[in-house]
């Protein structure tokens, strides 16, 4: 915390090179020679028949199981507990001898080997957001985020889009000062070849400014969440103006791609967003193909869809071949999907998916009229909260309603308002409610984000 407050004292000029040097160690994580060799055995697979992948991926499980078995106490005491022979699970149905595993219960005991299993240099800390609002911090190891990035890679590449593209980046990275009020509204990553686009000062006053540097550097690629890239279209289309240059891939990710948010951008920037389906947790993984359609990733995980008894779509469960740091067994995604029969036409194997449903926000809308979508960030390192939600009633003003954990203090509290602020700026009005529950939907999920003001409406701003 203390780094991140020294750079947001810093000039822009150190902050362009405070983001390349995290760039250049991001790099060297993510992409080195094991990158390399996870790249080419995963483009090799995607050529495989469907017979053969599916056959791989049960091999990778039983390992996997069988691993967990002999060096996970968790997974010790689980299997026997339910009498449960990890020799015997050897397919997707075989798993269903073992109970879901939610999140909730990896943050009261993560699953995870004995400290000197993994080699301390090859363990990393990686940590989610995710669509509940609650924040898990767990162990990874370098090969296991470098197997990630291969298969996402894979993806990129089969639109064309190569580690060397400049990408013109809309996230929800802090890299310009909510203070700030006049541009640049974006700083560079130059070793990861990013323009880094604030998402916090996206507004109708500032959005002149975003277009013209975009015309102006010309970024092949643009690459962003949903809710931000529409916001950016819609702007661009009120504006009865263009972006004066052809963009080559437009992608998304993060967030659940609406069909009006597709349209939408592919109206005002000239390409159909493709989309990614990944999360830390690397429990499952769904590419979009060029024809459109998405591809469960069988051969980096092993997926189940189970109905959901609550309403249309099934329950996505994955379990994670790839990181022996923190194995994930049944992990409950917490996000639904509806599964199709009909085989695409591009001949790849994999299940295909129809829809994904689960990451749908609302914005909240800051005084300055700025609309900010994806704000689970402000939750992703309080590990003492179990639920949070972000409600608002008022312009500028929001209510965060927090289910405690058994461990939250005023310690936590005084960063969650910190970490607040830090995103929405200190003219907006927090208040903290503390609840035992937060309200589902009829499909059983949680939105982080919920508002009661028409422009803050994910339908109405996209």
């Not at 009020?181 to 109708?204: D, M």
């Not at 959901?308 to 099934?314: E, F, I, L, R």
């Not at 003003?397 to 310690?411: E, K, S």
Request: hydrophobic share 35%; charged share 25%; proline share 6%.
């Amino acid at each position: 915390m203390h780094l991140e407050n020294v750079y947001q004292q810093l000039p822009t000029f150190l902050q362009n090179v405070a983001c390349s040097l995290i760039g250049w160690q991001i790099q060297r994580t993510r992409f080195g020679p094991g990158f390399r060799r996870h790249l080419r055995l995963a483009e090799e697979r995607a050529g495989w028949s469907k017979d053969r992948l599916l056959a791989y991926r049960d091999q990778q499980l039983q390992a996997f199981v069988r691993y967990c078995a002999a060096s996970v106490p968790y997974y010790q005491d689980l299997f026997k507990q339910h009498g449960v022979d990890p020799q015997q699970i050897r397919t997707l149905e075989d798993l269903q001898q073992l109970p879901v595993l939610t999140k909730q219960q990896v943050q009261c005991r993560c699953p995870k080997p004995p400290a000197d299993r993994i080699p301390r240099k090859q363990r990393l800390t990686a940590h989610t957001s995710g669509t509940t609002g609650s924040g898990l911090r767990f162990t990874t190891t370098l090969d296991a985020v470098q197997q990630q990035w291969a298969v996402w890679w894979r993806y990129r590449r089969w639109h064309d889009i190569q580690p060397d593209t400049w990408c013109g980046y809309f996230g929800g990275r802090s890299v310009v000062p909510l203070s700030q009020r006049r541009p640049p509204f974006w700083r560079r990553n130059v070793p990861g070849r990013q323009i880094l686009f604030s998402g916090y000062h996206l507004s109708p006053e500032n959005a002149p400014f975003y277009l013209a540097e975009l015309r102006r550097r010309r970024p092949p690629w643009i690459h962003g969440y949903p809710s931000l890239l529409a916001l950016l279209a819609a702007y661009l289309l009120d504006s009865r103006g263009d972006l004066g240059y052809q963009v080559s891939q437009i992608t998304v990710g993060a967030e659940n791609l609406l069909p009006q948010q597709a349209a939408l951008i592919e109206r005002a920037m000239g390409r159909r967003p493709k989309q990614n389906y990944g999360m830390a947790e690397a429990v499952a993984n769904m590419s979009e193909c060029e024809c459109g359609r998405l591809h469960v990733d069988e051969d980096f995980a092993a997926v189940e869809f189970l109905p959901n008894s609550a309403g249309p779509g099934c329950h996505v469960i994955g379990t994670n071949f790839s990181n022996p740091a923190t194995p994930l067994l049944r992990y409950d995604t917490q996000d639904l999907a509806t599964v199709s029969d009909e085989p695409c036409p591009c001949g790849r194997p994999g299940r295909v998916v129809g829809e994904i449903d689960g990451r749908r926000e609302d914005y909240v809308v800051l005084k300055g009229g700025a609309r900010l979508g994806r704000l689970d960030h402000i939750f992703k390192d309080l590990v003492n909260i179990r639920e949070a939600q972000i409600h608002q009633r008022q312009v500028g003003a929001i209510t965060l309603r927090v289910v405690r954990g058994q461990a939250y203090g005023p310690a936590d509290e005084q960063r969650l308002l910190q970490e607040t602020r830090q995103r929405l700026g200190e003219q907006t009005e927090v208040t903290i409610e503390y609840v035992d529950a937060l309200q589902r939907s009829a499909s059983g999920k949680l939105r982080v984000v919920v508002s009661d003001l028409e422009q803050g409406r994910l339908e109405a701003c996209s």
